[in-house]
């Protein structure tokens, strides 16, 4: 299934050059294009630090035992920052008070909500831990595959859903994909601190291992069954195609079942993660009905 999705570079008068309109005065106006292409979304800069930005997110990061090297800290910013202090000392984790200038310098703008932790946002784990986390609970698998999600606010949204909704990992590529950086910890609301993701090199290798595992792959395509058709009580994968184009071609060919959503307005596409929640609770609902 295609998706949606908001063309920065381009803006909403993407048909329009604003660039070389003259004034009144004779100047020409300024571009209403350029500083929309040239500023990157501010978590996203913390990524190479590894950072964890905001309240919600280094508590959860702490709870799970995410390795976390320092914790910055604006000691005024009051509230729930004590209880995240008090967890992070018993842990022995430094904690370094500095100002609310200095935290916002280091998250380049983003929202840190008086506290930032330090330590490898990026900690990935294979398919065969993801399979084996089914295992032992004594329940069918139940996995989220990602084929190129680029925009890091929707992994992170489909990590959110996919940890509340109990599936048990994620598997994104390498390439051409959004990964674990603080963006996602952020839009994840912590999720991402406790459902694993596996990062691999060939999507279609590791659908491969997959199957080899007994687990059925379900491709989300306009070009499918009505979801509410299909049955997902047993091992099943979610295949999310990327926000533009949808699933690739050798990806879909090695789907088992393409499965859709009815679409009854003018608009003909969901955002990546909202289509991703829904087809998850179908199978939570599907699940819950079967004793599973």
Known sequence: MAYQRYDKNKGRNSGKDFSSKPRRGGRPEKSFEEPLRNIPDAADR?????????????????????????????????G????????????????????????????AGASHQGIIASGACAEYVSVEDILNISKKKGTAPFIIICDEIEDPH????????????????????????????????????????????????NLGAAIDELKKNGVWIYGTDASGSDYTKASFTGPAAFVIGSEGFGMGRLIKEKCDF???????????????????????????????????
């Open 80 to 107: 729930s920052i004590s209880t995240i202090t008090r967890i992070a000392r018993e842990k022995g984790i430094v904690i370094k008070n500095v100002s609310d200038q200095k935290l916002t310098q280091m998250c």
């Open 154 to 201: 929707n992994l992170g949204a489909i990590i959110r859903t996919a940890e509340a909704a109990g599936a048990d990992g994620i598997i994104i590529p390498k390439r051409r994909s959004a990964s674990l950086n603080a963006t996602v910890f952020k839009t994840s609301a912590g999720a991402a601190s406790w459902l694993p993701v596996a990062r691999v090199a």
């Open 258 to 292: 393409l499965v859709k959503l009815p679409m009854y307005g003018k608009i003909t596409s969901l955002n990546a993660s909202v289509a991703a929640g829904i087809f998850m609770y179908e199978a939570v609902r599907q699940r819950a009905s079967a004793g599973e």
């Open 46 to 78: 913390g990524e190479a630090e590894g950072l964890i930005i905001g309240r919600n997110p280094v508590m959860e990061a702490l709870k799970s035992g995410k390795s976390i090297d320092t914790i910055y800290v604006n000691g005024e910013a009051g």
